[in-house]
């Protein structure tokens, strides 16, 4: 015969509604990832892989820190806007994606 159990039910009701409260936010928030720091030799190399892009139409992989988890998109870069510190890269169906440096995690090339 199986046991009929009410899991987690039965501790919920034990606890005060403020500790279920913490539980979930600190459950939700372990699911993101924070923001990883740039070293300059790492910023340096991007660099000359970016001019490369742009000067030989070279498709490129970007990760980059979104919301508050990773995302990576692919395409051709169209230009790097030094002053606004971006990147403009054009995806497979034609749209123009605009990509803070300082959010870059990786520049790899396809």
Same mark, same amino acid.
């Given at each position: &015969? &199986? ?7 039965k501790w919920t009701a034990m606890m005060l509604p403020e500790h279920v409260k913490m539980i979930r936010q600190w459950?939700? +928030?372990?699911?993101? /990832?924070? %923001?990883? /720091? !740039? =070293? /300059?030799?790492?910023? /340096? ?10 000067? #030989? ?10 919301? $508050?988890?990773?995302? %990576?998109?692919?395409? +051709?870069?169209?230009? !790097? =806007? ?5 990147? *403009?890269?054009? #995806?497979?169906? =034609? $749209?123009? *994606?605009?990509?803070?440096? *300082?959010?870059?995690? +990786?520049?790899?090339?396809?």
């Amino acid at each position: &015969m &199986m046991l009929r159990d009410r899991g987690t039910i039965k501790w919920t009701a034990m606890m005060l509604p403020e500790h279920v409260k913490m539980i979930r936010q600190w459950a939700e +928030s372990d699911q993101y /990832e924070e %923001q990883a /720091e !740039v =070293d /300059e030799q790492r910023a /340096e190399e991007w660099n000359e892989l970016l001019a490369l892009a742009i000067e #030989d139409a070279l498709l490129v992989q970007v990760t980059f820190y979104q919301g $508050q988890n990773y995302t %990576q998109a692919a395409g +051709s870069v169209m230009g !790097v =806007d030094p002053f606004a510190q971006t990147i *403009k890269l054009l #995806d497979q169906s =034609d $749209q123009v *994606k605009v990509i803070k440096l *300082k959010t870059i995690r +990786s520049i790899d090339r396809i």
